[in-house]
């Protein structure tokens, strides 16, 4: 079987295996069976099975993990929206983690632009976890659902510039010294950056740090638009730096939830695990999958599992 | 000229300093969590709450859990690391703590490099960060 057949039958079992272990049916059956005496490992074996599979899903759909974690999780598994907030954070941290050492050390992430980025968003996400956890359950879930649903609206309707035209940096990131240079590996091109807009692209930060730590998702969905199209930094900075970014909003509001006992081990280490290995799958596929197709088939599932959070919510 | 524009492709001394003590966090706080974890799973460590009763609690909210269970949010965690589930908060508290770390660790190089407003900057977001973790920010429900 040549590597095309290969990746047909892992996306095909993916395909196939994905909505039998999230449907309703199969949760709630479970659920029940698990309280009448089902093994203990059986959740975190299938929490394990679908996080591996939304890893690859998440690297060929290029979105983080937190944002397919949450609605999916909450949506179709017995595990309560407190907890899977929770984890969702630990595991949307846990990727920017591993992936930001690498990408300050490439120069591809930068500092000088996440830190009073990240300083508005992780303090904002710290209310938005605040505000989540005061909020009550169905609240919350039938605006993450409406959120979800925006992300799809989002995905499919928002364009992304290599590198984009920047006239003249603001006065405000000038004087923050916010620019840089970076060498496109596929051309040699030198690439000389700077940014604009920057009051309001950190005005935006407020409701992105809010959102993140409302719903325990992770931000890249929001960051990389914001940054590159609204803040002019090129495509490759904006994707790293919000990767990075993503280890410090997150961890000021993954310290709220775990505070509040939102964190449940049996339940961070299998999802952790699942997705990290899914990823780096995921990466493998990568040179070999129709990443237009992915991308479509995540917007599916999102979509799917945004209008599950909708009704979930609204008691459906 | 050439030389000015390689310097320039390299990362800052805070960025590369930053970049090494996450990246020593990341490995040290993944590894404390999967030995926990098998301490946990493989019954090495007897849990609080019995792996076979665990299905029982997480559909409840925190504030049911926490109430059914006796346990404590905040740090109570630290006096209970002799059982194997609260152990594995070991690994999770330096996986959310490291980024703290990297922070405190760049301000004086930012200083040394007379960058105050950065200096600034990474102390109120060390403050932040702390506020968050110290439990004296926890609302709910």
Redesign the interface.
């Known amino acids: 079987m040549g590597k095309n057949g290969k990746l047909w039958v892992i996306i095909l079992i993916c395909l196939f295996s994905l909505p039998v272990l999230i449907s309703p049916a199969f949760a709630d059956v479970s ?1 029940e069976a ?2 009448n ?5 059986f ?2 074996i299938v929490l394990f099975i679908v996080t591996f599979i939304m890893g690859i899903f998440a690297v060929l759909g290029g979105v983080g993990g937190g944002v397919l974690y949450v609605p999916i999780i909450s949506g179709f598994f ?3 929206l ?2 899977v907030r929770g984890t969702g954070l ?1 595991v949307a ?2 990727g920017a ?2 992936a ?3 990408l ?4 591809l992430a ?3 632009l996440a ?2 980025v ?2 508005i968003a ?2 904002c996400a ?1 209310i938005g976890a ?1 505000i989540g ?5 169905n609240i919350v879930q039938i605006s993450l659902g409406a959120t979800i649903l925006g992300i799809c609206v989002l995905m499919l309707t928002a364009k992304k510039s290599e590198v984009p035209d920047v006239p003249k940096a603001d006065r405000l990131s000038s ?2 010294n916010i620019c ?4 496109e590996a596929s051309t040699g091109e ?1 690439i000389d950056w700077k940014i604009h807009r920057t009051p309001l692209g950190l005005a935006l930060f407020v409701i992105i740090g809010v959102m993140a730590g409302m719903f325990g998702l992770g931000a890249g969905w929001a960051n990389v638009p914001v940054l590159n199209l609204l803040m002019g930094a090129p495509l490759k900075i904006s994707v790293a730096t919000s990767k990075f970014l993503l ?2 909003t997150d ?6 939830y ?12 299998p999802s ?2 699942g997705i990290m290995l899914g990823s780096l799958v995921g990466v493998r596929l990568l040179k070999i999958a129709k990443p237009t197709f992915i991308r479509w088939m995540v917007i599916a599932i999102l979509a799917f599992a945004g209008i599950k959070a909708l009704s979930k919510g609204l008691g459906f | 000229m050439q030389e000015k524009t390689n310097d320039l492709l390299k990362a800052t001394p805070e960025q590369l300093l930053y970049a090494r003590i996450l990246e020593k966090g990341m490995y040290l706080g993944l590894l404390i969590l999967f030995i926990t974890y098998a301490l946990y799973v493989f019954g090495i460590m007897d849990p609080y709450i019995p792996l076979d009763k665990l299905s029982n609690y997480w559909s409840l909210s925190v504030h049911d859990y926490l109430e059914h269970t006796g346990i404590k949010a905040g740090w109570a965690w630290l006096g209970m690391l002799n059982y194997g589930d609260f152990i594995n908060f070991i690994g999770v508290a330096l996986l959310a703590g490291v980024t703290i770390m990297c922070y405190a660790a760049i301000v004086p190089t930012l200083l040394k490099s007379k960058d105050t407003a950065y200096a600034v900057l990474a102390v109120i977001e060390v403050i932040i960060l702390s506020a968050a973790a110290s439990g004296i920010l926890a609302v709910g429900h």
Do not use: E
């Open positions: 659920a698990a309280s005496g089902h093994a203990w490992w959740w975190p017995p595990f309560h407190d907890f630990l941290l846990s983690l591993a930001g050492p690498g300050l050390k490439m120069n930068s500092l000088r830190i009073p990240a300083l992780s303090t710290i605040m956890l005061a909020l009550p359950t004087a923050l840089g240079i970076y060498q030198i280890s410090i961890t000021s509001a993954a310290w709220i775990m505070n509040k006992g939102c964190v449940i081990p049996m339940m961070v280490v952790l695990v």
